[in-house]
């Protein structure tokens, strides 16, 4: 641990929850102010499941996103329950609550995390993301005056999580508001997550960006092997669980070439992260109504509320 005598005196150290429904881009947001990819996004609605920490340190804080699934009304099946659970739980114990929207969208899921929001205790930002999708920045404001004449935001940040902008202010207003502290994590760590946990991200969100609309919901991924050899070769066996064996068949693909694009994508991104050779293997195996089954879902690893 980086004893607090290398840093400055008035260092500081907090948790900053990452909230907002599906979609908004809340890991977008926080990949770019880390500078790496630590949540694994898509396009579609719930590519977050479990909470993530991000680790962002520099020389006068070390700020700790939790970044958060989609809060959402519809719980149709325990994974629905359970990701709603591990957003509402990060509300409580943290320093700051960061409100992400999308624009000028506006839903029900929106107007249920707001709710939440106005009953919970710690500093709030409101951050509006995707404002250079805008073709008229002015119609943001009204937008901002309905959202916070209903829960008192101490910031609002128009900005745009993907192209970077107004970031850097947001994170200059985050550092000013955490506690004065010592670090909780070395400085070089950007994730208290396991590498076997982040390969099994990074094959999930490789089946959500190549898959129609249903199949991503329907599948998970469990990480069975994740081992270096003396050569410094390492390798992974990955199994994607589905629910039908029709799932199956589209995921595996004619002559297998989907299974291996999802494979060889997966595979450039896990050399990166883990600066090594990688050997992947992927299997898809049926677990029939696995996403509705508590005792699956927790063996799967979707019992974590940190």
């Not at 396009?43 to 970044?67: N, S």
Request: with cysteine.
């Amino acid at each position: 641990m980086t004893e607090k005598s290398e840093h400055k005196d008035s260092f500081r150290c907090g948790y900053v929850a990452v909230l907002g429904r599906p979609n908004v881009g809340k890991s977008t947001l926080m990949n770019h102010i880390l500078g790496q990819k630590v949540s694994i996004t898509s396009r579609k609605p719930q590519t977050t499941r479990h909470r993530v920490l991000g680790i962002y340190t520099d020389e006068d804080a070390q700020i700790l996103f939790v970044d958060t699934p989609g809060i959402h009304r519809k719980e149709a099946r325990s994974i629905n329950r359970y990701m709603n659970r591990a957003a509402s739980s990060s509300m409580t114990d943290v320093d700051v609550l960061l409100f992400v929207v999308d624009g000028t969208q506006w839903t029900d899921d929106d107007e249920l995390v707001l709710e939440k929001l106005s009953h919970a205790k710690g500093k709030k930002i409101l951050f509006i993301n995707k404002v250079d999708k805008l073709a008229d920045k002015e119609e943001v404001l009204p937008h901002i005056a309905h959202i916070t004449e209903q829960c008192d935001f101490d910031a609002v940040f128009p900005g745009s999580a993907l192209r970077g902008y107004n970031l850097d202010e947001l994170t200059k207003t985050l550092k000013k508001w955490l506690p004065e502290g010592d670090l909780f994590y070395p400085e070089d760590y950007i994730t208290d997550r396991s590498e076997r946990f982040m390969a099994a991200e990074l094959i999930r969100e490789k089946l959500m960006r190549s898959l129609g609309e249903e199949i991503p919901y329907s599948s998970t991924v469990e990480i069975e092997q994740f081992k270096f050899n003396d050569k410094g070769v390492l390798t992974i066996s990955g199994l994607i669980l589905v629910e039908r064996s029709g799932q199956k068949a589209i995921i595996i693909g004619k002559g297998g070439q989907r299974l291996k694009q999802i494979g060889r994508d997966a595979r450039i991104e896990m050399e990166e992260l883990f600066d090594s050779k990688v050997f992947l293997e992927l299997w898809v195996k049926v677990k029939d109504g696995w996403a509705d089954d508590e005792r699956a879902l927790k063996s799967l690893g979707y019992d974590d509320y940190r």
